[in-house]
């Protein structure tokens, strides 16, 4: 079945219909990793977005129930160069189109995806339309001008959680562990923008007793729940647009240690007083250098995202800038001068990407225990 991916700016290409024969839009970005397509598709970040993957061969090694890093997938599309049809590996249980069609994902594979990502790399991330069903190049693009920047969009309404819930496992070695047997120190509330699986099973291994909350949870409720420390967590779309997450940061900043990541870190920024904006392209991918700059040490990290903290606009809030990225220079770290609170850019879960900044999750224990929080 034929199917086509067009672009706001004009550009329309045909291909090759899999996963589901569908149609959806979105704004279209791209990723570099080489590997992990299961964990990018699940991740609840890419929420309203189009990925390309820029690694040519795409479902080699399958799908598994382990690598999820939600309970569905999230991407609005998915593009490929070669979505392959013999799938090795010991622990898949599924092929990759079984598994985009059970879930009513649209795919595309058979185009040039070098070619999408440069175009997206010299003009920035363009909303665009995957079809199967409408290959009419005209109505293509009139529907790819049509969808919603990603400038003013909240998102995470639409990914989080409806109740609070306790999480109960974590990840040793590869084999999943409840957390009866992790011995937590640390009552730790999660505000769920889009939280990933793995950052919570980082979190009970570090030893944490989490507890995940709506992202609408006002600050008064998450204070009544008396946590040693608050987490923040990644998600979708414009970070100016959270304005009750926002709010609830502000009002639980100073009275409690708090970690961000991703989204979450943007939100810390915003309730210090700064400002984000817009990337060009954004940052997608597991292999971005990052400099801590109080040791000089660089850290290879995987990031998702399209929206970062403005360096100028953190200058007279208490905040200041930890972390580089050395590609573009942008904002990756914050911490607070004054009050117990930090957070990153990228995703020290590693999921997928790099293991080296797994060292923040005992970071924020320690901040905690230098908080006088937590139990012996």
């Given amino acids: 079945m034929r199917a086509k991916l067009a672009l706001e700016d004009g550009t329309v290409l045909m291909g090759t219909a899999f996963g589901h024969p569908g149609e959806k839009a979105g704004e279209v970005v791209f990723n570099t990793a080489m590997t992990g397509y299961q964990e990018i598709l699940t991740d609840p970040s890419y929420k309203g977005q189009i990925v390309t993957m820029t690694y040519p061969l795409i479902g080699n090694y399958g799908v598994n129930a382990e690598d999820v890093e939600h309970a569905h997938p999230w991407v609005e599309g998915f593009v490929v160069r070669e979505a392959s049809r013999i799938r090795s590996n010991f622990r898949s249980t599924e092929d990759l189109d079984t598994y985009l069609r059970r879930h009513r994902i649209v795919g595309i594979t058979g185009i040039d995806t070098r070619m999408v990502t440069k175009r997206l790399r010299e003009r920035g991330a363009l909303r665009g339309i995957l079809s199967a069903e409408d290959l009419d190049d005209a109505s293509l693009v009139r529907k790819a001008r049509a969808v919603p920047p990603m400038e003013g969009q909240d998102l995470v309404p639409q990914v989080t959680c409806r109740v609070a819930q306790r999480w109960t496992e974590f990840l040793r070695g590869d084999a999943f562990t409840r957390s009866a047997e992790a011995k937590p120190r640390f009552k730790v509330a999660c505000l769920d923008f889009g939280l990933k699986y793995n950052i919570l099973r980082c979190l009970v291994r570090a030893g944490c007793d989490a507890t995940v909350f709506p992202a609408q949870t006002k600050a008064a409720e998450i204070l009544d729940f008396k946590p040693d420390g608050v987490f923040l967590s990644n998600g979708p779309g414009d970070p100016a647009a959270v304005t009750y997450a926002i709010d609830c940061v502000r009002g639980v900043l100073g009275r409690v240690p708090i970690f961000g990541i991703c989204l979450g870190h943007q939100i810390l920024s915003l309730a210090c007083g700064g400002r984000t904006f817009k990337l060009k392209f954004g940052h997608h991918g597991a292999n971005h250098p990052v400099m801590d700059l109080a040791t000089r040490r660089?850290?290879?990290?995987?990031?998702?995202?399209?929206?970062?903290?403005?360096?100028?606009?953190?200058?007279?809030?208490?905040?200041?800038?930890?972390?580089?990225?050395?590609?573009?220079?942008?904002?990756?770290?914050?911490?607070?001068?004054?009050?117990?609170?930090?957070?990153?850019?990228?995703?020290?879960?590693?999921?997928?990407?790099?293991?080296?900044?797994?060292?923040?999750?005992?970071?924020?224990?320690?901040?905690?225990?230098?908080?006088g929080r937590g139990r012996n």
Avoid: C, K, W
């Fill in 298 to 371: 660089i850290e290879i990290t995987s990031q998702n995202h399209g929206f970062a903290a403005d360096p100028a606009s953190l200058a007279g809030t208490g905040v200041e800038i930890t972390h580089r990225n050395l590609n573009d220079q942008t904002v990756e770290g914050i911490r607070h001068t004054t009050l117990p609170a930090f957070s990153v850019q990228y995703h020290p879960e590693a999921s997928p990407g790099p293991h080296d900044a797994h060292h923040l999750f005992g970071r924020f224990t320690r901040l905690m225990e230098e908080a």
